[in-house]
């Protein structure tokens, strides 16, 4: 392994003309007036990108930095001079020389009319919606001086509400047809359950057949609520229910916190993107009432051990033993919604998929054994909670395969922006907090299951611990303070190759596994990496064609945008910008870490001496923090 890895980096869209070898020419500058202010930006330019260039101001809805533009609201609209209609900003090319004006009479009257309007079909009070105070269509109606229902306001719903799904509730009455939600589930995931139905007034989101989200290929993600600008999408709260079980001193209640949120809570409280807030909500939390504050890293180090361990199996059976059967590439199975993306719409592949749970669920599997045992609990009166940035998570934990401690492994889920509820509910000022570190024994993890929370980390901490059991060296020896940069970053797809040119002995916590690795010596390890459905789905697609992805050996796949950092549970809004910020948060915290690799973790290698005791993929482990689901490779004995 002392060759750099050769990186190849597959872009989301397609290529643009491969023959064109070439560079590119300068782009055609064109100057505007916008407001009297000159600019001078590429022809094509859209007004609103122009605008904001210059520090312009104008008001969007129907926009968003992860979509492309629509023109649907029209909440843009500028004058043009020499045009007769107004134009909207988000869609109009800058072709030649204009002059704009958004601030004219007519702009505005017409900006009152389109809010007016809105809200004559919008129903709900604002000081019992979920998006209060952070709803895009409220705070248009602030800058427009909206005081009155000019077209009049319904005083009844005219939809049912769906609450039919484990993560995802609609509300209908609240919805402004800005098609954000349609847009980014065509656009963004590739999955399409979302149309308008009907035209003009009639106009309505809904789902394919107009049935309700449980009975559609809905995967749970929750990207169309992070980019709903109202409260028309909202994630299914128990958080009630976690308060009534805090409230109730039979219980003993813990939880389990994410890498994600701990890099994004902080925004709900006026900090900025990327302030990590760990030690400052582990406090919070043990105020609000909970037994015991845990660190989902820990079962993220387990999970590289176990889906590594279960990797290595697969390559044995696959290249020493010969064995065609093997299902290759191994799929990454920590993210719900891709698992259940898999199962809808590949489910010849389902026996690529790692059967190892997610963190998630490996921690509430050993919370009601393992840690109930240590402390003498009753598992009937031990309630987990568990803090994530995904709403699939909590359709994750329902699926009824999740119990194989004997009970409901994980009991609820609460995402990052309703923690940051129950926390100001506490009457606690988060960011004044002082630090304090997680409880014992899930109190010491590693950076290489804090990273889990990025795109590209679960393959990171993999590979750290990969190399360092086969070939015997430090990962330092390869890359620079363990830092695997070829795997991060923000492209769709991307595609690493890490050549095994020497090999050392088996550790002995894989001696019982496989003799010796010299059926390893001259591989060339492939690996994958994907954010984002519509990027896992070229991906798959690219194996099914017998593209450059069927060669791959072990392929991350996370279902949001970004990794779990971009989840459907992170506060609200997410942008490019914001997700590079959080990313940053998480890898700098990695990096203060004492441990790095998950393979050291010394509370995970207590586990496999006290309690795991047959190894990773062992009778044990498969037991509970592998999944009963008919997609069992033939690796498994």
């Known amino acids: 392994m002392h060759h750099h890895p050769r990186d190849v980096v597959v872009p989301c869209a397609p290529a643009g003309d491969a023959g064109a070898s070439e560079a590119p020419s300068a782009p055609v500058m064109v100057s505007a007036t916008i407001d009297g202010i000159s600019v001078e930006v590429p022809s094509g330019t859209t007004i609103l990108k122009a605008a904001r260039e210059i520090g312009v101001h104008i008001p969007t809805l129907c926009d968003h930095p992860d979509l492309r533009p629509a023109g649907v609201c029209r909440i843009c609209v500028v004058q043009v001079e020499g045009m007769r209609a107004l134009q909207p900003a988000c869609t109009t090319p800058i072709l030649q020389p204009i002059a704009i004006d958004t601030k004219a009479r007519a702009v505005r009257t017409a900006r009152r009319h389109i809010v007016d309007l809105m809200l004559a079909n919008h129903y709900g009070e ?58 980014t589930c065509a656009e963004l995931q590739a999955i399409g359950c979302l149309t308008v139905k009907d035209r003009s007034a009639r106009s309505m989101i809904t789902t394919f057949g107009d049935k309700s989200l449980a009975a559609v290929v809905c995967i749970n993600c929750g990207q169309c609520i992070n980019r709903c600008p109202t409260g028309a999408l909202t994630a299914l709260d128990q958080t009630d229910e976690v308060w009534r079980m805090l409230d109730d001193p039979s219980r003993h209640v813990v939880i389990q916190t994410a890498p994600s949120p701990r890099a994004a809570i902080g925004e709900c409280f006026g900090q900025p993107p990327g302030t990590s807030m760990t030690g400052q909500m582990n406090t919070a939390l043990r105020r609000m009432g909970f037994d015991g504050v845990f660190d989902t890293n820990h079962t993220a180090d387990l999970t590289i051990l176990e889906e590594g361990t279960e990797l290595i199996l697969r390559l ?18 920590c993210s719900p919604g891709w698992v259940k993306y898999v199962e809808h719409v590949y489910p010849d592949m389902i026996p690529n998929l790692s059967t190892a749970k997610s963190p998630q669920q490996m921690f509430g599997a050993l919370l009601k054994t393992y840690y109930a045992q240590q402390r003498g609990i009753d598992p009937r009166d031990m309630v987990v ?63 290489a299951g804090m990273i889990f929370g990025a795109t590209g980390g679960v393959m990171e901490a993999a590979l750290r611990t990969v190399i360092e059991l086969v070939t015997g060296q430090k990962v330092e020896n390869f890359f620079d303070h363990a830092n695997i940069v070829p795997v991060r970053g923000f492209e769709g797809a991307r595609l690493i190759e890490i050549p095994i040119t020497e090999v050392g002995p088996v550790p002995d916590l894989l001696k019982a596994l496989v003799p010796d690795w010299e059926w390893l010596k001259g591989v060339t390890l492939k690996v994958g990496v994907a954010h984002g459905i519509a990027n896992a789905r070229q991906v798959v697609e690219d194996i099914k064609a017998g593209g450059p992805f069927s060669e791959c050996h072990f392929i991350e796949v996370m279902a949001c945008p970004g990794g779990c950092l971009g989840g459907g549970g992170q506060p609200i809004p997410t942008t490019p910008e914001i997700r590079a910020k959080r990313a940053q948060a998480i890898y700098e915290a990695d990096a203060g870490y004492a441990l790095r690799k998950s393979h050291e973790n010394p509370v995970v290698l207590k586990l496999y001496e006290d309690f795991l005791t047959d190894g990773p993929c062992g009778h044990q482990s498969h037991h509970l923090l592998h999944t009963d689901y008919t997609r069992r490779g033939k690796f498994i004995s």
Do not use: W
């Not at 709803?135 to 000019?150: P, T």
């Open 126 to 183: 604002c000081y019992a919606c979920k998006r209060n105070n952070n709803c895009e269509l409220q705070s248009l109606a602030k800058e427009y001086g909206v005081d009155f229902f000019r077209f009049g306001h319904p005083t009844e719903p005219r939809y049912p509400v769906d609450h039919t799904s484990d993560a995802i509730v609609r509300d209908m009455n609240k919805c402004v047809l800005c098609r954000r939600c349609v847009r």
């Open 316 to 333: 044995y059976n696959a290249l020493a033993k010969r064995d065609n059967d093997v299902a290759l590439p191994q799929f990454t199975s």
């Open 385 to 447: 909670v568990s803090v994530m940035p995904c709403t699939a998570k909590k359709y994750e934990c329902n699926r009824p395969e999740m119990c194989d401690s004997g009970f409901k492994d994980v009991d609820f889920v609460v995402t990052t922006r309703e923690l940051a509820k129950m926390i100001s509910e506490a009457g606690i000022d988060l960011p004044n907090m002082p630090k304090s570190g997680f409880d014992e024994p899930f109190y010491e993890a590693s950076g």
